[in-house]
């Protein structure tokens, strides 16, 4: 079954607005991992966070990670219209050499339209 | 980071029949992995393809009807055997690359349509 469960399924925003996606997940993990698809298209990897770290940013990119909730946010500051697609977050449980190393457990997404 | 192509980006194939997808990557690769996303859907893993060893699928996907090859370090197929309708879903390959080790990255997807 589905680890993660994101909010809001889709959110509509104007450009320049900030726009803030919020993952959560039931189990331990390794790392977690946004990722970014076009239309139905291939996943563009955005920015990896792992399980020792609390935040991270990456140009416009902001990422939070709350190990104790079992939670994560990702946050697009002064989005464009270039931003509008399905957000993802993917979580990794596994250390090298282990099971689930590799294995990704995906999040339902989140469907971000940006107005011009 | 790995760049990873797939053939075909997309197909149109009639139940019954069978599909098979290729994935290359332009760097040697221990793990490489296979997901299906399903109209409107998420992803998720069908199997980890290992090099020299039979690929380990995970819960729900079966051997005979997604067999996969992994011949050497760059290279993988996944086919897609009597495929029925609700097989129509995007097939991507994955591979883990990046500075961290934990990277992974997609390939650009197999769109699949089973009429």
């Known amino acids: 079954s589905q680890q993660g469960e994101e909010d809001p399924q889709a959110l509509s925003i104007q450009e320049g607005e900030n726009a803030t996606m919020n993952c959560s997940y039931k189990?331990?993990?390794?790392?977690l991992q946004w990722y970014r698809q076009n239309s139905g298209r291939g996943l563009v990897h955005l920015i990896l966070?792992?399980?020792?770290?609390r935040e991270k940013h990456s140009g416009r990119l902001r990422v939070t990670l709350d190990t104790s909730k079992k939670s994560s946010s990702l946050l697009i500051t002064a989005s464009r219209a270039a931003d509008t697609a399905s957000y993802f977050c993917a979580t990794d449980g596994g250390d090298a050499g282990g099971t689930s190393y590799g294995k990704l457990t995906f999040g339902q997404g989140t469907i971000l339209t940006v107005h011009p | 980071s790995a760049v990873i192509s797939q053939k075909p980006s997309r197909d149109i194939c009639q139940r019954g029949t069978s599909l098979t997808i290729q994935c290359q990557v332009d760097?040697?690769?221990?793990?490489m992995f296979w997901y299906r996303q399903q109209p409107g859907q998420s992803l998720t893993l069908i199997a980890t393809?290992?090099?020299?060893?039979?690929?380990?699928?995970e819960s729900g996907f079966v051997i005979d009807k997604f067999p996969i090859s992994r011949p050497n370090l760059t290279f993988s197929t996944l086919t897609v055997s009597n495929m029925s309708p609700e097989d129509s879903s995007i097939y991507l390959c994955s591979v883990y690359s990046g500075t961290s080790g934990y990277e992974q990255y997609f390939g650009p997807g197999t769109r699949l349509t089973v009429t």
């Open positions: 189990t331990s993990i390794n790392n």
């Open positions: 760097s040697q690769v221990t793990m």
């Open positions: 393809a290992n090099q020299g060893s039979e690929a380990t699928y």
């Open positions: 966070i792992r399980s020792n770290e």
